[in-house]
C-alpha cells in the first residue's frame, strides 16, 4: 500500500456531544436529558487504529453509534475523508456508509439467521446497487463473494450454510466478510471478540490484523479488554462517563498512564507476567462508577478517585496535552507528565 | 492444613440424544484446606461440571457420576443422601456463579435472602439472622449496609449484585467457595475490587477456594494451583508459578501463549498471536481413546491418534497427560 498516504488524517470527529432524554418517576416527572458523550473529540489517521476503551457505561458505542450517525449526535461534527458526514443527505448518506463498516460484538445475533452465509455477505453488495441486476452484477458479486470468503478463511462450500451451522468465531468471520463487501475504508469494531473463546479470539484478532495490512484499513476499535486494545492499536482513547479523560499514543498511554483513572484500570488488569505483578501495584479504586444523570460536580472521576484534591471537585479539568501529544483531563499532572498517583504507590 | 477433598478417578457422564458422553473423564485432584485452586479451559471443556459435580447439582436425569469418588472430609458424598447434600451445600461447601443476576431471586431483597440462608441451615432466629446479614453484607464492603439490606437486586450495580452471592455463599462459613467465573460480566476495576475481597476473606476464615476461569491473568493473580482440562479431561496440573513459566501440554501453551498480555514495559514490537487452530471437540468425540486435542495440536503423530496419554510426573507434582510433554 502506498506509504505516502498513510499520515493523512481520515477520520475526525470534533466537539461530538449525544445526549439521551429520560423521565424518571412518574409520567409527568421532568424530562432530564442523559450526556451519553459529552464534547468527545479524536481523530484517527488513514490505516491506524484507534481504541476506545473504558469500562460498561462510559459512551464508547454510543460515540462510535454516533460517528456513524446510528444515533443522533447532538452537536459536534464528523469529517470522513474531508466530508462533513453528518451534513450528507439521504440518497447521499448511502453511498457514504459503504466508506463506513461495523463489526458487532455478538456473532450470533447481528446475522440474520433466515440468510445462507453467502447472502449475508451479498446483502451490502446489492443494497449499493439501485435498479435491477442485471447477469454481469450477478457475475461480479460472486466473484467478490468468493474472494472475501478467501480472505477472511472460509471454505466455498460453507457458502451455502446457514449462521447456526457455524461456530461463533467463523460467524464473526462471516460478520467481518460481510464488512468488507462494500470495500470500506473506515470499520468501526464493537468488541468484536469478547464474545470468543480465548482461542478463537487469536485467531480473528490476527485476522483483522492481516485484512487491515492488505487492504490498509482503519479501525475504530472498542474494546473493555486492555491487554487486546495495546495488541491492535496505535492510539487509545480512555472513556469515563462520557469524557474523554486520556488520549494517546499506544506505547507513551501504557507505560507512563498519567491520569488516575487510566492508572487504577491498567493495573486492574491480571497478567500472567510476573514482572508486571510486582511493578504495578494493584491501585484499587472504591465503589461504582457514578449515575451518568448527576455527575460529580467537577472532575467526574473526583468521587473514586485516590489521589483528588479540592480543586478537583470545584472545577472540570480540561482534556490538554503536557508531554508531546499525551492529553489528559487532570489537574493534578505535572508538567512533565508525571501521574498524581505515583506519589501514592 | 489437611487434604480437604479428594476427588478420585471422578467419570460424569450426560446422556444426550446421540449416547451417553463422559463430559469429565478419569479427573483426580486434591485441594488443601485454605488453598485456591483454578480450573482452567475453554467453553465446553468441563470445567463448571465439575463444580456441578462436587455440588450434588448435576442436571436431573441427563447427568450422572458414573465411578470415581469425592471426598469430603473423608466422606464419600458421591454415595451421600440427598438430606446429607443438602446439609454440606451451604454449610460446607457453596458457589458463587458467573451472572449474579439471574442467581438471585428478584421478589425478595438481599437481606431476606441472605437471612433465609442463615434461618435455614444455621436455624437463627428471625431478628438474629437478619442482623447477621446485615453483619455479612458489611463485611463484602457494601456501604450503608443497614439500609441496603432493604434493596432488591435490580436496585444493585452488577459488582454489587456479586458481593451479595459471596455474603450468601459465605453465610455459614464453609469450608470450600466455588467461583464459576464469578467476574466475567464485571468491569475490570469492579473484578480487582472482587479478588481483593475474596482474598481477605480467605485470610480471615481459611476457606478454600476452587476458581473456574478462562483467564489465565486471573489464574496468575489469585491461585497457588491450577487444572488445566481440556474436552473433559485434565491435561495439565501444577503449581501456578510452575504451570505459568513452563508449560508442558502444548494445549496450556496455547492457552498462554494465544491472549495478548499486559506486559512490565510495552515495546513497539507486536508478535503475531500464537493461535490453536479448529475448534473444542463435540460431545460425541468425548471419551475416545485418543489424544482429544491432537486434531488442533502442531505436534501431534500417529502415537497421538492412537492411545489416550497416560498422565506422566514432572518436577514437584507437574502432572502432564501428553504423548510429547517432554518436546514442549
Known amino acids: 500500500m502506498d506509504k505516502s498516504k498513510a499520515s493523512d488524517t481520515l477520520l475526525k470527529v470534533e466537539n461530538l456531544t449525544v445526549q439521551f432524554p429520560i423521565k424518571r418517576g412518574s409520567i409527568i416527572g421532568k424530562k432530564k436529558w442523559l450526556r451519553a458523550v459529552d464534547d468527545i473529540s479524536f481523530t484517527i489517521k488513514r490505516g491506524e487504529t484507534l481504541a476506545l476503551v473504558g469500562e460498561s457505561g462510559s459512551g464508547k458505542t454510543t460515540a462510535a453509534l454516533a460517528a456513524a450517525r446510528l444515533v443522533k449526535a447532538h452537536s459536534g461534527s464528523v469529517e470522513l475523508n474531508g466530508e462533513d458526514f453528518l451534513a450528507l443527505d439521504d440518497e447521499t448518506l448511502r453511498t457514504a456508509r459503504a466508506k463506513l463498516q461495523f463489526i458487532f460484538q455478538d456473532p450470533y445475533s447481528s446475522l440474520n439467521p433466515r440468510l445462507k452465509a453467502e447472502s449475508i455477505v451479498r446483502e451490502p453488495l446489492a443494497n449499493l446497487n439501485t435498479g435491477s441486476q442485471t447477469n454481469d452484477k450477478k457475475a461480479e458479486h460472486n466473484r467478490i463473494v468468493d474472494e472475501l470468503f478467501e480472505a477472511v478463511g472460509l471454505r466455498p462450500e460453507q457458502k451455502k450454510l446457514f ?108 497478567s500472567v507476567d510476573r514482572q508486571r505483578r510486582s511493578k504495578y501495584k494493584r491501585i484499587l479504586i472504591p465503589g461504582d462508577t457514578p449515575d451518568a444523570l448527576n455527575p460529580p460536580i467537577g472532575c467526574r472521576f473526583s468521587s473514586r478517585c485516590p489521589a483528588a484534591q479540592p480543586i478537583c471537585s470545584e472545577s472540570e479539568p480540561p482534556l490538554i496535552s503536557r508531554t508531546d501529544g499525551h492529553q489528559v483531563a487532570c489537574h493534578l499532572v505535572s508538567d512533565t507528565g508525571e501521574s498524581p498517583i505515583s506519589a501514592l504507590i | 492444613m489437611g ?93 458463587i456463579f458467573q451472572e449474579p443476576m439471574t442467581s438471585l431471586n428478584p421478589v425478595f431483597s438481599i437481606g431476606e435472602q441472605i437471612a433465609e440462608v442463615l434461618r435455614r441451615h444455621q436455624k437463627l432466629e428471625k431478628a438474629a439472622a437478619w442482623a447477621q446479614a446485615i453483619e455479612l453484607l458489611d463485611a463484602v464492603r457494601i456501604p450503608d449496609a443497614k439500609r441496603r439490606a432493604s434493596s432488591y437486586p435490580h436496585q444493585l450495580s452488577g459488582g454489587q ?17 466455588i467461583a464459576d467465573e464469578p467476574t466475567t460480566a464485571l468491569d475490570v476495576t469492579i473484578q480487582a475490587q472482587i479478588f481483593d475481597l475474596l482474598e481477605d476473606l480467605r485470610a480471615q476464615t481459611g476457606t478454600a477456594i476452587i476458581m473456574i476461569t478462562h483467564d489465565m491473568g486471573v489464574v496468575a493473580e489469585i491461585a497457588e494451583r491450577m487444572i488445566v482440562m481440556y474436552a473433559g479431561r485434565m491435561v495439565e496440573q501444577g503449581q501456578v508459578d ?58 501431534a503423530n500417529q502415537q ?12 514437584e507434582q507437574q502432572l502432564v497427560a501428553c504423548w510429547r510433554a517432554g518436546e514442549v
Open chain 2, 242 to 299: 510452575h504451570v505459568l513459566s513452563h508449560p508442558r501440554h502444548p494445549y496450556t501453551k496455547g492457552l498462554i501463549d494465544c491472549v495478548p498480555h499486559l506486559m512490565a514495559t510495552l515495546t513497539e514490537q507486536r508478535a503475531e498471536l500464537t493461535e490453536i487452530s479448529g475448534i473444542v471437540p463435540s460431545l460425541a468425540e468425548f471419551g475416545q481413546d485418543t489424544c482429544l486435542f491432537a486434531s488442533r495440536c502442531h505436534l
Open chain 2, 161 to 177: 449484585r456479586q458481593r451479595v452471592m459471596i455474603a450468601m455463599a459465605l453465610a455459614c462459613e464453609p469450608r470450600i467457595l
Open chain 2, 304 to 315: 497421538c491418534l492412537q492411545a489416550r496419554p497416560t498422565e506422566q510426573h514432572f518436577n
Open chain 1, 163 to 270: 449462521p447456526h451451522q457455524f461456530s461463533g468465531g467463523q460467524r464473526q468471520r462471516i460478520g467481518i466478510a460481510r464488512a468488507l463487501a462494500t470495500q470500506p475504508e473506515l470499520i468501526i469494531c464493537d468488541e468484536p471478540v469478547s464474545a470468543l473463546d480465548v482461542a478463537v479470539q487469536a485467531q480473528i484478532l490476527n485476522l483483522l490484523r492481516k485484512i487491515q495490512h492488505e487492504r490498509n484499513l482503519t479501525y475504530l476499535f472498542i474494546s473493555h479488554d486492555l491487554g487486546v486494545v495495546q495488541y491492535m492499536c496505535d492510539s487509545i482513547a480512555v472513556m469515563y462517563l462520557g469524557k474523554i479523560v486520556e488520549y494517546a499514543d499506544r506505547l507513551s498511554l501504557f507505560n507512563n498512564p498519567q491520569h488516575p483513572y487510566t492508572a487504577a484500570l491498567l493495573s486492574a488488569v491480571p
Open chain 2, 3 to 95: 487434604t480437604l477433598l479428594k476427588v478420585e478417578n471422578l467419570v460424569i457422564e450426560l446422556s444426550t440424544t446421540k449416547g451417553v458422553a463422559p463430559v469429565i473423564d478419569d479427573l483426580s485432584f486434591e485441594l488443601q484446606a485454605g488453598q485456591t485452586l483454578s480450573f482452567v479451559g475453554e467453553s465446553g471443556c468441563g470445567k463448571s461440571m465439575t463444580a456441578l459435580g462436587i455440588m450434588g447439582l448435576l442436571p436431573e436425569k441427563v447427568g450422572r457420576i458414573a465411578s470415581g469418588s469425592i471426598l469430603f472430609n473423608g466422606e464419600d458424598i458421591t454415595k451421600a443422601t440427598d438430606d446429607r447434600l443438602r446439609e454440606i451445600r451451604g454449610n460446607d461447601i457453596s458457589m
